[in-house]
C-alpha cells in the first residue's frame, strides 16, 4: 500500500520509482530482480492454468484420463499435464497482446466471478463436512518436532511469497487511477479483507476433503478431481483458469514488460515484453517449483526474501529519508539528484546485502545443504520480514551516515486535460490525472504518464 501510494501520486512505475533509492543504474540490479521473478511466476501460474484446462477437458471427455504418459516419475509432470500447460500458453497469447489499461472489463469480471465462486466453493465445504472439519479442532502435531511458532511464522512467510513482489511494484498498477483517493480505500479491501479470506477458505477446502475424501491436499484442484460431478468439475476449472489468465496478465505479464523496458527502451514495449515473459515462463519448467507443497513453499520463501530487502530500501528512502518528497524530472534526467556515484547508490547496495546474509543459511538449507545450524533454519520461517527490516534499517543508518541531496521541493509537472501540479505535503486531488496527462522533464522530453515509460 506504502509503494502504491507513488504510483497514483507521481504516475510514475517501479521501474522509474527505484531510480530514486537505487540509482540511475543502480536501478537495473532492482528491477533485474523483480523480472526474474515475474518470469517464474508467469511460468508457475500457466502450469496452474494447465491444470485447470486439464479437469475441463476430462469433465468433458473422461477419456482424457487415460492419456498415456510417456515421461519418467522423475519429471514431475506428466504428458497430459504438459500438454495442457503449453495449450493454455497458447490461450493466453492473444490477450497478451492487449494493453493490460484495456482489459479493465476482464479484470472486473473476475472482480465479481471469483468472489461468488470462493463463498459458493466455502458453503460447500461446510455443508459436505458438516461443519469446518477437523483441521480447525484437532491439537497441533508436527512430525519433525519443530515448535509451532516456527512453523506458524513459516506458513506466514509462505502466504507473503505472492504479495512480496506486489509490495515492489503495486506503483505499476496504482498510477493508471484517475484519483488517488480510490487507491487508497481499494488497497486496503483487496490486500487485507480478500487475502484473507482466501486463507480461510483454502484451509476450510482442505478440512472439508479429509472429512468428506480422507485425502488431505493442499492444492485446491485436486479437490475438484475428487468430485464426482463431471459439470461441477469444469466450471470449477473454468473459473481458476479464468482467475489465473487476469493473474497471469495483471501481476507478471505486465510488470515483467515494465522491467525489460528499462533495459532495452529502444527494443521492448509492453507486447514484446509480454511474450518474452511468455518464454522466459516456460524455461522456468515451474512443474518442478509446484510438485509438492514443501518445494512450493520453498520457493516462495526463497525469493521473498531478496524482494523484501529491496521493499525495505525503496519504503524507507521516499517515507522516511525524503519524507515524499519527489522529483518526477530528475528520476528521467542522467544528471538529476538520483545520479549519486557512477549512477549507483552505494547505500542501496550496501543495505541489500546486509538484508539478504542474515537468511543465506536458511536458504541453503531449504534447498538441501546439511549441517546448518538449527537456529539459521528458524530464522529462515521469517526471511521476508527479517530482510526488509534489516536492509531498511541499513539503508537508513548509511544515510543518516553519509546523507544524499534531497529535494526540498517536489518537482512534478502534470500537463493535460484536468491535471495540477502537486506540493510535497499534497495529498488529496480534486481534479484527477486525465487521459492525455503528460509529465515533462528538464530536458524537454516528454513521458507519457499512461503509455510506456
Not at 500500500?1 to 507521481?10: A, D, E, Q
Not at 533454519?377 to 536492509?391: C, D, G, P, Q
Amino acid at each position: 500500500m506504502l509503494n502504491g501510494y507513488v504510483g497514483s501520486i507521481f504516475g510514475i512505475n517501479f521501474p522509474v520509482f527505484t531510480r530514486a533509492s537505487w540509482g540511475m543504474r543502480g536501478s537495473y540490479f532492482a528491477v533485474f530482480v523483480r523480472g526474474v521473478v515475474a518470469c517464474i511466476w508467469f511460468g508457475t501460474q500457466s502450469f496452474q492454468g494447465g491444470q485447470c484446462l486439464q479437469i475441463m477437458i476430462s469433465a468433458i471427455w473422461p477419456s482424457f484420463n487415460n492419456f498415456p504418459n510417456h515421461l519418467p516419475a522423475g519429471a514431475h509432470v506428466t504428458s497430459a499435464e504438459l500438454l495442457c500447460f503449453f495449450l493454455f500458453i497458447v490461450i493466453q497469447l492473444p490477450l497478451l497482446w492487449i494493453h493490460a489499461s484495456n482489459l479493465r472489463y476482464l479484470f472486473f469480471a473476475k472482480t465479481l466471478l471469483m468472489p461468488i465462486f470462493g463463498l459458493t466453493l466455502f458453503i460447500w465445504a461446510l455443508v459436505a463436512a458438516h461443519g469446518f472439519g477437523p483441521t480447525f479442532s484437532k491439537p497441533t502435531h508436527i512430525k519433525d518436532g519443530t515448535p509451532v511458532a516456527i512453523v506458524f511464522f513459516q506458513c506466514v512467510t509462505t502466504a507473503i511469497g505472492p504479495k512480496a513482489t506486489l509490495a515492489l511494484n503495486m506503483s505499476d498498477f496504482t498510477r493508471y487511477a484517475k484519483y488517488p483517493r480510490q487507491v487508497f480505500w481499494t488497497q486496503p479491501v483487496g490486500l487485507i479483507i480478500l487475502v484473507t479470506m482466501c486463507g480461510v477458505l483454502g484451509a476450510t477446502v482442505s478440512s472439508a476433503a479429509e472429512v468428506i475424501y480422507g485425502e488431505v491436499t493442499w492444492n485446491p484442484l485436486e479437490v475438484a478431481v475428487l468430485w464426482n460431478n463431471r459439470a461441477a468439475q469444469f466450471f470449477a476449472g473454468l473459473c481458476w483458469a479464468f482467475a489465473v489468465i487476469g493473474t497471469n496478465i495483471s501481476a507478471n505479464s505486465v510488470s515483467f514488460s515494465n522491467d525489460l523496458a528499462l533495459w532495452f527502451p529502444r527494443y521492448i514495449n509492453n507486447r514484446r515484453g509480454a511474450y518474452i515473459c511468455a518464454i522466459l515462463g516456460i524455461c522456468a519448467v515451474p512443474w518442478n517449483i509446484q510438485y509438492n507443497a514443501k518445494s512450493f513453499s520453498s520457493f516462495l520463501g526463497g525469493y521473498s526474501l531478496f524482494l523484501g530487502s529491496i521493499a525495505g530500501i525503496i519504503g524507507v528512502d521516499f517515507w522516511i529519508c525524503r519524507s515524499r518528497r519527489l522529483s518526477v524530472s530528475s528520476l528521467y534526467s542522467a544528471r538529476g539528484v538520483h545520479r549519486y556515484t557512477g549512477g549507483v547508490n552505494f547505500r542501496a547496495v550496501l543495505a541489500f546485502v546486509c538484508g539478504i546474509a542474515p537468511n543465506m543459511p536458511g536458504l541453503a538449507a531449504a534447498c538441501g545443504q546439511s549441517g546448518i545450524p538449527t537456529g539459521a533454519i528458524y530464522l529462515y520461517s521469517l526471511s521476508w520480514l527479517v530482510s526488509t527490516l534489516v536492509a531498511g534499517s541499513v539503508y537508513w543508518a548509511t544515510w543518516k551516515v553519509a546523507p544524499f541531496p534531497v529535494d526540498e521541493k517536489q518537482k512534478l509537472y502534470i500537463e493535460g486535460s484536468e491535471a495540477e501540479t502537486s506540493s510535497h505535503n499534497a495529498t488529496q486531488y480534486e481534479t484527477g490525472k486525465g487521459e492525455d496527462a503528460k509529465i515533462l522533464a528538464y530536458t524537454g522530453v516528454e513521458k507519457p504518464l499512461r503509455g510506456h515509460e
